[in-house]
């Protein structure tokens, strides 16, 4: 009960092989993963100040931007890698993760993945 957030775990896969070559490995190996960062969707941030705020006056954006997470790498060296974080968001909203896997000839992909978190809405009425 006191843990808050969510583990998230990003699978990355090398990249097949495009040169024809029968020798070597079919696919690129993952020579790096990186958590750029995670942000707020604009479109979460004016929800927040606009529509909730009017139903509950005082309802603002708590967390500062961009959110930098320490993130764990596995499988590094092999063709099939993982990237994990924690993400505690105090804000409800569409969370935008932005990572980049770099393969061993070089190539970077850089995706950026959605995270949605809901307001649990506790209102009770009699």
Do not use: M
């Not at 604009?42 to 529509?51: A, C, D, H, K, L």
């Not at 809901?118 to 009699?126: E, G, V």
């Amino acid at each position: 009960p006191e843990d808050v957030g969510v583990e998230v775990v990003i699978s990355v896969v090398g990249g097949v092989k495009t040169n024809g070559c029968n020798e070597g490995p079919p696919r690129d190996t993952i020579a790096a993963i990186d958590l750029i960062d995670v942000n707020l969707a604009t479109e979460s941030r004016n929800w927040i100040t606009g529509e909730l705020a009017q139903k509950y006056p005082g309802a603002r954006v708590l967390d500062d931007y961009p959110l930098h997470s320490a993130a764990t790498r596995n499988g590094l060296g092999s063709t099939n890698a993982s990237l994990r974080f924690h993400l505690a968001p105090r804000d409800p909203g569409s969370y935008l993760a932005q990572v980049r896997a770099v393969g061993t000839y070089g190539e970077t992909n850089v995706q950026v993945f959605s995270i949605l978190v809901y307001l649990l809405d506790a209102t009770i009425t009699w």
